[in-house]
């Protein structure tokens, strides 16, 4: 098994942590943006299992992991401005064409990336990543109030999603077993949110997400005229974003797989085998589907 090299790079003054492993100058490359409250951490596993076939490089967003925390006074923490510091690792790093893997927070960043360079998507694996309203349930009741009413009120009531209660819940809410989830994740992300103005980063950004849903139609367009290939791996039991939000891709792509998978938020904890199962195959096989739905 290839284990990932850790490494950084400075981009806009900004240290940027990365995971990365496999064969850079001949194996097919994916990049891996992870979503929230977590950082490349959540591909620890994912990337040795690939690796041998192909290159992974995943990595920290700006006040995420192991990358810079600039503080929320010094660096405008929206969307947009995630996105353009990936784009610019994606030069960095020399990157002309691979396929991504978004989910949760990486699905806004990357789609942003998708529409902005087309040509360098070979192909999407959607985990959990929203990109339809119907993604979209109860749970973003608190955060649309504050979107419409930024106040102290509002915002405080966005502080509950900041403990280690609720970062615990995100990763075994819907799982078939907790215990077999490992609480290294919620400990280490929790430890990171608490580090001195984390949660006013991490408020910033609940406020900008209010940006990514008038850029759904704009996303799906993407989806309608480049037809990246697709693979879907949603975790079906996820509260944040529901599975209902998985089924609309097949309206907009031709070549689209999706599978609705028995257990949570972050599927690759307790189905990273199958999921590297399923990203492998379809990858190294060219005979993609035809807006394949099949349900564990």
């Known amino acids: 098994m290839v284990k990932p090299i850790n490494q950084t790079i400075s981009i806009d003054g900004q240290k940027i942590f990365y995971r990365e492993a496999g064969n850079?100058?001949?194996?097919?490359?994916?990049?891996?943006l992870h979503g929230f409250p977590t950082s490349s951490h959540m591909f620890r596993n994912l990337i040795p299992a690939l690796a041998d076939k192909f290159h992974l490089i995943a990595p920290d967003y700006p006040g995420f992991g192991y990358s810079?925390?600039?503080?929320?006074?010094?660096?405008?923490?929206?969307?947009?401005?995630?996105?353009?510091?990936?784009?610019?690792?994606?030069?960095?790093?020399?990157?002309?064409?691979?396929?991504?893997?978004?989910?949760?927070?990486?699905?806004?960043?990357?789609?942003?990336?998708?529409?902005?360079?087309?040509?360098?998507?070979?192909?999407?694996?959607?985990?959990?990543g929203n990109a339809y309203d119907e993604g979209l349930g109860e749970f973003w009741e608190p955060l649309k109030a504050y979107w419409a009413e930024p106040n102290e009120r509002n915002k405080d009531a966005l502080m509950k999603f900041l403990t280690i209660e609720a970062t615990k819940w995100q990763y075994t809410h819907g799982v078939r077993s907790e215990n077999a989830i490992s609480p290294d994740n919620w400990v280490l992300d929790q430890s990171l949110i608490e580090r001195p103005g984390n949660k006013e980063i991490q408020l910033q950004l609940f406020y900008d997400y209010r940006s990514n849903l008038p850029l759904y139609s704009q996303w799906q367009e993407y989806f309608r005229m480049y037809q990246p290939p697709?693979?879907?791996?949603?975790?079906?039991?996820?509260?944040?974003?529901?599975?209902?939000?998985?089924?609309?891709?097949?309206?907009?792509?031709?070549?689209?797989e999706i599978h609705l998978l028995d257990t949570g938020h972050f599927a690759l904890e307790e189905e990273g085998e199958l999921i590297a199962e399923l990203i492998s195959r379809f990858l190294t096989s060219r005979r993609y589907p035809i807006a394949k739905i099949l349900e564990a």
């Not at 790093?93 to 070979?122: C, Q, W």
């Open 230 to 256: 697709t693979l879907v791996v949603w975790g079906k039991n996820d509260y944040i974003f529901l599975k209902e939000g998985a089924i609309p891709y097949q309206r907009d792509l031709k070549n689209v």
């Open 24 to 32: 850079k100058e001949n194996a097919p490359t994916i990049l891996l």
């Open 68 to 128: 810079s925390m600039p503080s929320a006074e010094e660096f405008q923490y929206t969307f947009d401005h995630l996105a353009e510091i990936v784009n610019k690792f994606i030069a960095q790093m020399g990157l002309e064409k691979f396929s991504m893997y978004v989910m949760d927070y990486g699905a806004p960043i990357g789609y942003r990336l998708a529409v902005k360079n087309p040509e360098k998507i070979e192909a999407l694996i959607v985990q959990n």
